[in-house]
């Protein structure tokens, strides 16, 4: 079974479009993340929820929007698409208040905005 | 503000050589230092960690890494590389509320036959 899961694997929109990608974790994590990978491979920390709190909120712009219906998904909406939202968008989760844990990593969503 | 630094972009070895990964952190307080593995079209796969205890972590595929507090240094090891350990290697370190990781900027490791 696949511990971290997202859907779709890919994404293919034109500039302006709203969409979502979602996120299922099966392993009973407290938190889930949003990672965002760009075209140089840096990744950087989005958000994150633990126990339906937002948690962090890194200086995203405010057309993303992550929803979290329970502890096992964290689903990210995007509004207005724009060029610059081309990249890997990578869900992860872990238990976090077990000090030290490491996270586990979706397969990601390749974004492509036109 | 935590931060980590993996020095270079690519790192060739030849297959049964020994491979380094170079990692060095930047951290408040005591460090939680990861190692993950991304292979091509993939997601992240963890490696190792270290947390507290011995400066010699052991991880997953063979690999190990090595934290030297006074180098404020966290580099990746194999003994013998295989061609299939060719990836992208990034380092990681907790941050400072204790949840998010910050990434280094990665390192691919290439390794030939």
């Known amino acids: 079974d696949t511990a971290v899961s997202q859907t779709p694997k890919y994404l293919v929109t034109q500039m302006g479009n709203d969409k979502s990608i979602k996120c299922e974790q099966n392993?009973?994590?407290?938190?889930m993340y949003w990672y965002k990978q760009d075209s140089k491979k840096f990744l950087k920390i989005m958000f994150s929820y633990n126990n339906k709190e937002l948690i962090i909120n890194e200086t995203v712009p405010n057309r993303f929007s992550p929803k979290s219906p329970d502890k096992a998904h964290l689903n990210l909406h995007i509004n207005s698409l724009e060029l610059g939202d081309s990249a890997v968008y990578f869900c992860?989760?872990?238990?976090?208040?077990?000090?030290?844990?490491?996270?586990?990593f979706g397969p990601g969503t390749r974004l492509t905005v036109t | 503000a935590q931060s980590v630094a993996q020095p270079e972009d690519q790192v060739n070895v030849a297959e049964g050589n020994p491979l380094t990964v170079k990692c060095t952190y930047s951290?408040?307080?005591?460090?939680?230092l990861f190692w993950y593995v991304q292979y091509p079209n993939r997601g992240l796969q963890f490696l190792l960690k270290y947390i507290t205890g011995d400066n010699l972590v052991k991880g997953s595929y063979g690999f190990e890494a090595e934290f030297n507090k006074s180098q404020t240094s966290f580099h990746l090891k194999k003994p013998s590389a295989l061609v299939s350990d060719s990836a992208l290697y990034f380092c990681?370190?907790?941050?400072?509320?204790?949840?998010?990781?910050?990434f280094g900027k990665g390192t691919t490791l290439s390794v030939s036959s």
């Open positions: 990681a370190v907790r941050d400072q509320a204790g949840t998010a990781l910050i």
């Open positions: 392993l009973g994590h407290d938190t």
């Open positions: 992860a989760s872990s238990q976090v208040a077990l000090s030290g844990r490491e996270q586990y």
């Open positions: 951290v408040s307080g005591n460090p939680y």
